[in-house]
Antibody
């Protein structure tokens, strides 16, 4: 079964850091670019970041550029998102998502809450 | 940055009726790079349509996509009870940005 499972979410104070992980299974991880997409409570979807197969191409949304870092470990079939200088507006469900230009496999998400 | 606008914001229909959802882009989008997603409460989004008109794996043929340039449409030919959800369009600009529209909620009349 094709699956993406996120972990690492939680409650963090403003200005703090958090590292999200995504474990991929059921498909050849090295064949796909990967994304993080987030959804604030009661809001729509916001694409956050993309990383290509070999990590040679990386994109960020302007809202997270300079604060978030996407990475992957193909040997471990894993995707990561290092989030620094977190703000209240980063509070959201963070989804690990396969593919570009369309995103065909989504994880269930991990919740990040930034609050004092 | 390409901005996507979806209309209407909410569509109230009855089961069996036809739903027509619009997605308009602030500048031309390659048809290859336009997709539609369905999201139900408490669930992750699901890919419905990619390349503006191709159905994703397992998507029923009552869902269809069309359009080009700046105007795209998702049509649900006959609404089933499980189709009441929020629908998002999404584009990739071919260089560095992906964006979603704000969504259209299809609810039961």
């Amino acid at each position: 079964e094709v699956q993406l499972v996120e972990s690492g979410g939680g409650l963090v104070q403003p200005g703090g850091s958090l590292r999200l992980s995504c474990a991929a299974s059921g498909f050849i991880f090295t064949n796909y670019g990967m994304n993080w997409v987030r959804q604030a409570p009661g809001k729509g979807l916001e694409w956050v970041s993309y990383i290509s197969i070999n990590s040679g191409t990386i994109y960020y949304a302007d809202s997270v550029k300079g604060r978030f870092t996407i990475s992957r470990d193909n040997a471990k079939n894993s995707l990561y998102l290092q989030m620094n200088s977190l703000r209240a507006e980063d509070t959201a469900i963070y989804y690990c998502v396969r593919g570009i230009p369309s995103m065909d496999v989504w994880g269930k998400g991990t919740t990040v809450t930034v609050s004092s | 940055e390409i901005v996507l606008t979806q209309s209407p914001g909410t569509l109230s229909l009855s089961p069996g009726e036809r739903a027509t959802l619009s997605c308009r882009a602030s500048q031309s989008v390659s048809s290859s790079y336009l997709a539609w997603y369905q999201q139900k409460p408490g669930q992750a989004p699901r890919l419905l349509i990619y390349g503006a008109s191709s159905r994703a794996t397992g998507i029923p043929d009552r869902f269809s996509g069309s359009g080009s340039g700046t105007d795209f449409t998702l049509t649900i030919s006959r609404l089933e009870p499980e189709d009441f959800a929020v629908y998002y369009c999404q584009q990739y600009d071919g260089s560095a940005l992906l964006t979603f529209g704000p969504g259209t909620k299809v609810d039961i009349k």
